[in-house]
T-cell receptor, first 114, second 112 residues
Framework: AQSVTQLGSHVSVSEGALVLLRCNYS??????LFWYVQYPNQGLQLLLK??????LVKGINGFEAEFKKSETSFHLTKPSAHMSDAAEYFC????????????FGTGTLLAVQP | DAEITQSPRHKITETGRQVTLACHQT?????MFWYRQDLGHGLRLIHY???????NKGEVSDGYSVSRSNTEDLPLTLESAASSQTSVYFC???????????FGPGTRLTVT
């Protein structure tokens, strides 16, 4: 069975500081990995995805994530936080099989302090 | 532009009533999904469909049903609403064979 663990339900950074949101996954088959962002009172928006190929994935709004198979991790980073980055972030895993289902982590709420 | 919409955006209902939440997508996606979002649980899959007349149970399907009579719509029905079903409900869709899903804006349901 697949699962996702997001370490830290709340993360607070200063504007301009590095953002690091942690995600570890469990999967018995090669995974597809995703990060979604949810702004208040909105649906989820895809930030970036890893399927195959390059392990460093770049997404929208300056975010990127690196797939590390040996560590079963897919941490999300951004070099310099903006106030507009304040949101909830969800990591998700899907199997490379035909089912297309996503398993989500419990989310990390990012606060950006001025 | 193609989109996915949900209605109503907010709903208050009483325990025991039947409630239907609508989801409509104009992406022409084969796959559609319903999730509920609760604090501390992230998003949990309720039901999903891979095409017309196809429906499948997800992780938390008890008390919910769906039907898929066309490509665009996947309504979610709570047969007899319970207070434990107070939540925010999200609909999503994806292309056949694709894994990334596109989400609607959500419906906040309160069962009193």
């Amino acid at each position: 069975a697949q699962s996702v663990t997001q370490l830290g339900s709340h993360v607070s950074v200063s504007e301009g500081a590095l953002v690091l949101l942690r995600c570890n996954y469990s999967s018995s088959v090669p995974p597809y990995l995703f990060w979604y962002v949810q702004y208040p009172n909105q649906g989820l928006q895809l930030l970036l995805k890893y399927t195959t190929g390059a392990t460093l994935v770049k997404g929208i709004n300056g975010f990127e994530a690196e797939f590390k198979k040996s560590e079963t991790s897919f941490h999300l980073t951004k070099p310099s936080a903006h106030m507009s980055d304040a949101a909830e972030y969800f990591c998700a895993v899907s199997s490379t099989g035909a089912t297309n289902k996503l398993i989500f982590g419990t989310g990390t709420l990012l606060a950006v302090q001025p | 532009d193609a989109e996915i919409t949900q209605s109503p955006r907010h709903k208050i209902t009483e325990t025991g009533r039947q409630v239907t939440l609508a989801c409509h997508q104009t992406w022409n996606h084969n796959n559609m999904f319903w999730y509920r979002q609760d604090l501390g649980h992230g998003l949990r899959l309720i039901h999903y469909s891979y095409g017309v007349q196809d429906t499948n149970k997800g992780e938390v399907s008890d008390g919910y049903s769906v039907s898929r009579s066309n490509t665009e719509d996947l309504p979610l029905t709570l047969e007899s609403a319970a207070s434990s079903q107070t939540s925010v409900y999200f609909c999503a869709s994806s292309e056949a064979g694709a894994h990334e899903q596109y989400f609607g804006p959500g419906t906040r349901l309160t069962v009193t």
